[in-house]
């Protein structure tokens, strides 16, 4: 009875050692992270779609994202998600596309060896428009199928667990578009949403 009660106890020692552990994540260590992320484009349109009041609706999805540890405080993260979003003018609804931003972001992680890790990342993004179901009137409205711009990141992983990390991240994303019907230009738009997200993550 003795020994089964020392083996329970070495086993809960090892088990709360475990847990404890740092958050640190190591040379070639990938944290894989799913994010509940609330996109809010900040719009800014130019000719006919400024004049008619172009604006596009927030909108809540699902993200997934890697990261690749370079080294403990620098990792490389591929970011994917997409999105549907509503198009609005002054006089109605324009009708819906999609999005597909998957980024790239060079990460620096503050605090690497602790449980909780504030982290900050630049990068750059590619966003491909599809699925394009707005028109004007009876009109369809062409856009411009896809854009490169810039992306910048900051976040913070909090461990709960030995593998296991809780994350918040808020990230900037430039993306653009222009947009035409019967060949004629409607001018240009800028979405750049603030893209806002928390979700868990795990190492390994």
Same mark, same amino acid.
């Given at each position: ?9 070495? /086993? &809960? !020692? ?6 404890c552990l740092p958050?640190?994540? %190591?040379?070639?260590?990938? /944290?894989?992270? #799913? ?7 900040? @719009?800014?349109?130019? =000719?006919? &779609?400024?004049? $008619?009041?172009? =604006? @596009?609706?927030?909108?809540? +999805?699902?993200?997934? %994202?890697?990261?690749?540890? #370079? ?7 591929? $970011? ?6 509503? +198009?609005? !003018?002054? !006089?109605?609804? /324009? ?8 980024? *790239? *972001? ?7 060896? =602790? ?22 009137? %009876?009109?369809p409205v062409s $856009?411009?199928?896809? !854009?490169? =711009? ?7 992983? #909090? ?6 990390? *809780? ?12 947009a035409s019907a019967?060949?004629?230009? &409607?001018?240009?738009?800028?979405? %750049?949403? /603030?893209? @806002?997200? #928390?979700? +868990?993550?795990?190492?390994?």
């Amino acid at each position: 009875m003795r020994k089964h009660s020392l083996f329970a106890a070495a /086993l &809960l !020692s090892a088990a709360l050692s475990a847990a404890c552990l740092p958050a640190r994540a %190591d040379q070639g260590d990938i /944290l894989a992270r #799913v994010r509940a992320i609330s996109i809010e484009p900040e @719009v800014s349109a130019g =000719g006919t &779609l400024g004049t $008619i009041g172009t =604006g @596009v609706k927030n909108t809540i +999805v699902p993200e997934l %994202d890697f990261v690749y540890m #370079v080294r403990p405080s620098i990792g490389i993260e591929l $970011i994917l998600a997409t999105s549907r979003h509503q +198009v609005s !003018s002054n !006089s109605g609804a /324009l009708g819906g596309v999609n999005v597909l931003p998957p980024t *790239l *972001l060079l990460q620096y992680y503050f605090n690497a060896a =602790g449980k909780v890790r504030p982290y900050v990342g630049a990068g750059v993004n590619y966003t491909l428009f599809y699925n394009n179901g707005l028109h004007a009137g %009876d009109t369809p409205v062409s $856009i411009k199928n896809s !854009s490169f =711009g810039p992306a910048l990141q900051a976040g913070v992983d #909090v461990q709960v667990a030995h593998n296991l990390f *809780l994350n918040f991240d808020v990230k900037k994303i430039w993306m653009r578009t222009s947009a035409s019907a019967d060949g004629v230009s &409607l001018g240009s738009l800028k979405i %750049d949403p /603030l893209v @806002v997200g #928390v979700g +868990v993550g795990m190492r390994f």
